[in-house]
């Protein structure tokens, strides 16, 4: 079974470029999540979808940070303009509503970002 | 608000010795306890999870009991292996199918590395 597929896995890019990460969620889940990982502030929940709508993006760093989830096999990230700061790898996870409810969450491999 | 707090890495320990991560809680009222593992190169997967008080999940060797009096959620396993290196995430959710309760909580994490 395809877990959740995240791209690309490795990302260098220079400030001021803009960043698409990409994620398909496991087919059939109706929750999706994007989390942050960085040394200084741990794992960061940024936004999560519940059948495609954004029912939360109180963890969206600010407005250069934009997500979307067109449907239910495919979100988007979108850093425009990128920063060093935003250096970090960042996750997509999926769930069902039952399963998130219970705290069960199915993580991709993630995407490193490195901007210069 | 809310919090996990995890002790620091790294833990480096030798095969087959004991192994004790501390984790504690702030939050009101009573959450669901986790831990996630993330190996080398993947995403965090569930390792167990624990929902009241005096629960205990269990998986893999591993077990952690939720302690309402001390708010702590400790993992222990007894005979560690080389193949348990990995970091290791205390995790908090509120129960309940509310959507905006969907969320996880996470420790900063604590990469544990055993040696042969």
New interface residues.
């Given amino acids: 079974d395809a877990g959740v597929i995240q791209s690309p896995r490795h990302e260098v890019t220079e400030m001021g470029q803009e960043v698409t990460l990409r994620c398909k969620p496991i087919s059939g889940h109706d929750y999706l999540f994007w989390y942050r990982q960085t040394m200084m502030r741990g794992l960061e929940l940024l936004i999560y979808f519940n059948n495609n709508v954004p029912i939360d993006d109180s963890g969206m760093p600010e407005d250069r940070f934009s997500a979307k989830m067109p449907n239910a096999s495919f979100s988007t990230l979108k850093i425009q303009p990128s920063e060093p700061r935003d250096s970090a790898v960042y996750f997509c996870a999926s769930s069902l509503v039952r399963l998130a409810n219970t705290g069960e969450l199915f993580f991709g491999e993630g995407s490193r970002l490195t901007v210069l | 608000g809310n919090s996990v707090t995890q002790m620091e890495g790294p833990v480096t320990l030798s095969e087959e010795a004991f192994l004790t991560i501390n984790c504690t809680y702030t939050a009101t009222g009573y959450p669901?306890l986790?831990w996630y593992v993330q190996y080398p190169?993947?995403?965090?997967?569930?390792l167990l999870?624990a929902?009241k008080a005096d629960d205990k999940g269990s998986n893999k060797g591993f077990e952690a009991t939720y302690r309402k009096e001390t708010t702590s959620f400790h993992l222990e396993k007894g005979s560690v292996q080389v193949s348990d290196s990995a970091v290791y995430?205390c995790?908090l959710?509120y129960?309940?199918?509310k959507?905006?309760g969907?969320?996880?909580?996470?420790?900063?994490?604590t990469r544990v590395l055993v040696k042969p």
């Fill in positions: 669901s986790f190169g993947e995403g965090l997967q569930l999870k929902t995430f995790a959710k129960r309940g199918i959507a905006a969907n969320k996880l909580t996470f420790g900063g994490g």
